[in-house]
């Protein structure tokens, strides 16, 4: 039994008829964020590593930009809470970070038509290419990367790459916060990310897209497929969003010099 | 071409090299709810009925509980607008609403460890049973049933049925939203649920299986798999969960006497 998994009973039906039998199941937890001493939000996850999720959400929020602003970081897995105290020179007032999260954590703050309504956010300047078949290559490792998969097919994946290798490799039940943790590790471990690029298990909406634009990562390759404002979303802001990638084929939606022959 | 499908411009790469073409991608679009007059809430879905995706929302969100409470639904699709002016007797104060709904939305209000946790929740009283043959028919039929899955893939589903038929069926990039539809549309037309069952194209986690346990709807059917929250929360809500339904096998991970022969 894998760590994160738990053995439920079940019963189950097959042409041979009903048995009582066991299944693995993945584990959801809820992660209660305190900022600065004060209840913040709670989010479902997985298990493990609370602290990159915590700080990920937030700075996808954008409320932290940099490790320096980060004072001190709490975790008690076993109540399922990260407190993160800010330094005083943060930036933004508490009050703040507040109103601006409750904004965004309820999906608000992204009725936009056009880049130019999405507050602070300027198209990504990378000159980074990678070669379709290092994609392909690494697509591949991605998917053969999570026993947690293979054992209860529950959970997604994020990856960030260099066009040798995976860098950093998360899970989630979330697919939103299998992003974020690659960016809360990224910013606790000062990781440049201008010049690696994001594989994602899961389909592509704006919000995601706007993980990526906020973060600084200039290329998205996803196995499954995006909508058409994330789309809109990656042409205007300058990122190159790839998608459907299956063996040695893919779909390419956005800027699409990036990936080179 | 469907409507609620875009054409974009792509590069496909195949094993033959490269190709400019074009392909179908699905819209998203921002939908904001203003309740009594004030901006509520604004969350990422797909262009249609968006009546019912606002009111099941709120209904999923324990903010109403009968068309009774709702004085006037406007529509506007052009902006992506639903203004909902609750009666007087909505029995909710409105500041009392928009501190839950606020809770709610981010996630929050589910840090429960057992269903006495769950303010207001009661095990769910139905008597109903379906038969195993009936929900791998159903389950066949709800899977046909997309035209725009199988043009974009990217879309998910669910549908509200009785033993004989696929009663009301609804889509939305959204799996949540998916779900909250079939509830705004029941809660407008005066459907009791007490004994129909839902499919959910989608993994099921507990925020999934809440919505179930505030709908009164005794049995879920997802093609996906659950977390073992999700079952946890079935158990001591008396819903029946099966997963996993393939041809004519699924796992059945709560009250199994739910689903007979």
């Known amino acids: 039994m894998l760590k994160y998994v738990e053995e439920t009973n079940v ?21 209660t964020i305190f900022l600065n001493g004060r209840e ?13 999720l915590a700080i990920g959400f937030l700075a996808a929020e954008g409320l932290i930009k940099g490790r320096s602003e980060i004072k001190k970081v709490t975790v008690d897995d076993t109540r ?15 009050e703040l970070i507040f109103k601006r999260l409750i904004t965004s954590a309820c999906g608000k703050g992204i009725t936009f038509s056009s880049a130019a309504d999405i507050e602070g956010l300027v198209p990504i300047d990378s000159g980074l290419t990678v070669s379709s078949g290092d994609i392909f290559r690494l ?12 054992e209860t097919h529950g959970i997604h994946s994020a990856a960030l790459c260099s066009s040798e290798k995976i860098l950093i490799f998360s899970e989630d ?12 590790r990224c910013l606790l471990e000062d990781v440049a990310v ?21 973060g600084g990562v200039p290329l998205l390759v996803s196995i499954s497929v995006p909508t058409n ?12 969003l790839a998608g459907i990638v299956r063996g040695r084929r893919m779909m390419i939606y956005s800027h699409d010099w990036r990936i080179t022959a």
């Open 40 to 52: 913040l939000v709670t989010i479902i996850c997985s298990p493990w590593q609370l602290d990159h």
């Open 11 to 31: 019963v189950r039906i097959t042409e041979d008829g009903r048995e009582t039998t066991k299944a693995s199941v993945i584990q959801e937890v809820p992660l």
């Open 80 to 94: 399922g809470v990260v407190r993160l105290k800010l330094a005083a020179s943060g930036g933004l007032a508490e």
């Open 229 to 240: 404002q994330a789309i809109r979303l990656a042409v205007n802001l300058g990122i190159t």
């Open 173 to 184: 039940i979330g697919r939103h916060n299998a992003v974020d943790r690659i960016f809360g």
């Open 194 to 214: 201008k010049n690696l690029f994001l594989i994602c298990s899961g389909r592509i909406s704006s919000e995601i897209l706007l993980k990526l634009a906020k």
């Open 139 to 150: 697509v591949k490792e991605f998917q053969k990367n999570s026993p947690l998969y293979r």
